[in-house]
């Protein structure tokens, strides 16, 4: 379990007001593995995890940062930290032949954001929506070394 609370004050300018801004959350992140030996040459696993990831302190820091002078970055306080869901199921054969498939949610997913206005770029982070990801892979594997070869296919999206 976590709880987070943050809160922030930002002196202002002739230009920008001051601004506040605080954020306050409780969350759980589990992870659940479940395997099943069913016989001597096959194993099935089956994994769920939760993990988030929070924004860096300086984008949410609402002051421009100014790069030339056509470009400047910017941080967005109200930015929410994006949360992912995992899930993957997995056969090994004989110990020497694995498969999986994968599928990973993630909600408030963030990535950078550009504005124009005129001559001049402005960029900062935000969050987008949502991220799937699925992911199907094999490998083969010799008897105490490392896996050699195989092969995957994997396909992302963002919804916004």
């Known amino acids: ?3 987070t609370n943050y809160q922030g004050h930002q002196l202002g300018n002739p230009v920008k007001p001051d601004s506040l801004f605080s954020r306050q959350y409780y969350n759980l992140f589990p992870t659940f593995f479940l395997s099943y030996q069913a ?3 096959h194993l099935l696993t089956l994994s769920f995890g939760r993990r ?3 924004p860096a302190y300086q984008n949410l820091n609402p002051f421009l940062f100014y790069i030339n002078t056509y470009t400047y970055l910017v941080g967005n306080p109200y930015m929410l930290p994006q949360y992912t869901y995992n899930f993957e199921l997995s056969h090994a054969y004989k110990n020497v032949f694995t498969t999986t498939l994968s ?3 993630t ?3 963030f990535e950078q954001i550009f504005t124009s206005h005129g001559d001049t770029t402005i960029f900062g982070q935000g969050n987008l929506g949502f991220s799937f990801s699925y992911r199907f892979g094999k490998k083969p594997k010799e008897a105490g070394r490392k896996p050699e ?3 995957s296919e994997e396909q992302n999206r963002v919804k916004i």
């Open 149 to 151: 070869g195989g092969a």
């Open 52 to 54: 988030i990831d929070r």
């Open 103 to 105: 599928y990973s949610r």
């Open 39 to 41: 016989d001597s040459n």
């Open 107 to 109: 909600s408030d997913f």
């Open 1 to 3: 379990m976590e709880n």
